[in-house]
């Protein structure tokens, strides 16, 4: 199911957010930074941080192979 762009960049937007506001409580708590990728809190997080950048990389390819078949079918519309 593709989400328009707009809605992905505000789901991102939350979803670092959220990482960052749990990245402090770690701090808080005197998590060093490379010992926070084995907490279970902060993998759920950023894993859905990395979901959603994804999908935005996905739809960029969609959006270009689109753009492209557009171009392509003008092409071919003006030479016949």
């Given at each position: 199911?593709?989400?328009?762009?707009?809605k992905?960049?505000?789901?991102?937007?939350n979803?670092?957010?959220?990482?960052?506001?749990?990245?402090?409580v770690?701090?808080?708590?005197k998590?060093?930074?490379?010992?926070?990728?084995?907490?279970?809190?902060?993998?759920k997080?950023?894993?859905?941080?990395v979901?959603?950048?994804?999908?935005?990389?996905?739809l960029?390819?969609?959006?270009?192979?689109?753009?492209?078949?557009k171009?392509?079918?003008?092409?071919?519309?003006?030479?016949g």
């Open positions: 199911m593709s989400l328009r762009r707009a992905l960049e505000r789901q991102l937007k979803a670092e957010a959220s990482v960052a506001e749990y990245s402090k770690l701090d808080e708590q998590v060093a930074e490379d010992q926070r990728k084995k907490h279970p809190k902060w993998r997080l950023n894993a859905q941080r979901q959603i950048v994804n999908r935005l990389i996905s960029k390819v969609i959006e270009d192979r689109e753009e492209s078949f171009q392509s079918a003008a092409a071919e519309s003006s030479e």
